[in-house]
């Protein structure tokens, strides 16, 4: 087996994808691996999968978009620069295949990716991201899933 060297975290900038970067940092760390941070900023007006079309955004919202995306992966690593090496990037494109792409340049050994694990209608048709990538990424995909909360009160 080959060993861990590269590490993608895609992240949608959610609670569940700062979830995930911990989690890959923690294992980044003892394997001496790169951390590559990527957000990919889809078309606000289309859709990706196989019913995929898009709408162009004003130039304006785009760079505001990109600016803020930018801002938060830089954040993010900087909590983990002391010890690891970390990239951050911000694509452009339907998500799965920019996630599949950056895997593919950076040499990804790893992805780990956040999920909600919310599930219905959307996730039965189309699957969510998560699903989609792992099922079509060439190297092992590592579902991070964020805490549900129950309702109940701990003991």
Do not use: W
């Not at 700062?18 to 990527?38: F, K, S, T």
């Not at 785009?62 to 990239?87: F, G, M, N, P, W």
Request: hydrophobic share 40%; charged share 25%; with cysteine.
């Amino acid at each position: 087996m080959k060993p861990t060297t590269h590490i993608l975290v895609p992240t949608d900038l959610s609670s569940a994808s700062m979830d995930a970067i911990e989690y890959a940092a923690a294992l980044a760390g003892p394997l001496g691996a790169r951390l590559h941070l990527v957000h990919v900023l889809e078309d606000p007006h289309g859709r990706s999968g196989p019913y995929a079309f898009s709408v162009p955004d004003r130039p304006d919202r785009h760079e505001q978009l990109y600016q803020h995306a930018r801002t938060a992966l830089s954040r993010a690593a900087a909590k983990y620069r002391d010890d690891l090496i970390v990239t951050v990037e911000v694509r452009e494109g339907p998500v799965t295949e920019a996630i599949l792409n950056a895997a593919v340049d950076y040499g990804a050994d790893l992805i780990v990716m956040g999920t909600q694990g919310r599930g219905g209608l959307k996730d039965l048709l189309v699957g969510s991201t998560t699903d989609q990538v792992n099922r079509l990424a060439r190297c092992p995909v590592l579902a991070v899933r964020q805490p549900r909360d129950t309702g109940r009160a701990a003991a």
